[in-house]
């Protein structure tokens, strides 16, 4: 099967985290990851949110839009409330021919919060589930209807984050509802991103590759640690600088079809992590990983295009 490799612009820029790179201008972040060989990249706060002014840019630079984040409510909004106030982004997705949404579940989330103890993230209680999934169900056919898929973002510091609770979220929803497979963020939660790879390769449509340092992960656990502090501390890296095998996590996605995109997605400081060095570190090590799984890597990115009075 074949693969695309996108990266998304946390490499340069912190959304959460301004100080992280907020100087980095979007033209830097744009040319230097075309410059490592990625084929696409994620959505970044500093994008236009109009096709008709992003779509120029990034084909300037010779990126293909992979796809964007969304923070939902359905813990306690409706399905049309929800639908309602996703539409301006679905509108911006759909628009770019991206194939799948970053869709997580925001309610009382505390992943944003630099003071918040990993122990304190928000829980789903056992009456609550049913009527989350239905909702999330909804959502998802809307977006089918669309032509993207909802890829659902477990994600440290919110209702969905551990390996039992990605179970949970599959067994409730519908096929409309694609998971996002995050393979950092897996680890953090105490997962086995191999096991989980291999139980739902068939609903993966979409796979952030974030590694883990060992130790960092450890003294975050052990300490309680905020999931901003632990990025700060340096938990994340790019695929093959840390702990995870990529290979056996991408050989049961191959063996079960996956034809999407692998996105290297490592926030760290770049002030630390020299955003190009780590970028062509993480696009050398993931192309690799993927080939070795059985994956034939996508073209290379696009021939950029001109436009009056820019560089190529």
């Not at 995050?182 to 796979?207: E, K, M, N, Q, Y």
Request: charged letters at 20%.
């Amino acid at each position: 099967m074949a693969v695309l490799l996108g990266i998304n612009p946390i490499t340069w820029t912190n959304d959460d985290m301004p100080e992280l790179g907020g100087d980095i201008p979007l033209d830097v972040c744009l040319s230097e990851a075309r410059m490592a060989g990625f084929a696409g990249i994620e959505l970044g706060g500093k994008f236009p949110r109009t096709v008709s002014a992003l779509s120029p840019i990034l084909d300037r630079h010779g990126l293909q839009l992979v796809s964007g984040w969304y923070s939902a409510r359905l813990c306690e909004r409706t399905a049309d409330a929800e639908i309602a106030a996703v539409a301006d982004h679905l509108q911006l997705l759909a628009g770019m021919d991206c194939p799948v949404m970053v869709f997580a579940e925001g309610h009382n989330s505390t992943d944003g919060n630099a003071d918040a103890p990993l122990s304190t993230r928000p829980l789903l209680g056992e009456a609550e589930w049913p009527r989350f999934c239905e909702r999330l169900n909804a959502v998802a056919r809307h977006l089918r209807d669309r032509g993207v898929h909802l890829a659902f973002h477990h994600h440290m510091g919110t209702v969905v984050q551990t390996e039992a609770e990605i179970d949970r979220l599959m067994a409730g929803t519908s096929e409309d509802v694609g998971l996002l497979l995050d393979t950092g963020h897996l680890a953090f939660a105490g997962g086995d991103p191999v096991s989980v790879a291999r139980r739902h390769a068939s609903r993966i449509v979409h796979v952030h590759c974030k590694d883990v340092r060992r130790a960092t992960l450890d003294d975050a656990i052990r300490r309680d640690r905020s999931f901003l502090a632990s990025v700060l501390d340096g938990i994340f890296t790019v695929p093959g600088d840390g702990a995870i095998d990529y290979e056996a996590v991408l050989q049961p996605i191959c063996d079960a079809g996956y034809a999407g995109w692998l996105v290297v997605e490592a926030e760290q400081d770049p002030a630390k992590a020299h955003p190009l060095t780590y970028a062509r570190l993480g696009f050398r090590n993931l192309k690799q990983a993927a080939e070795d799984s059985g994956f034939d890597v996508g073209p290379p990115p696009k021939t950029p295009v001109d436009s009056p009075g820019s560089a190529a």
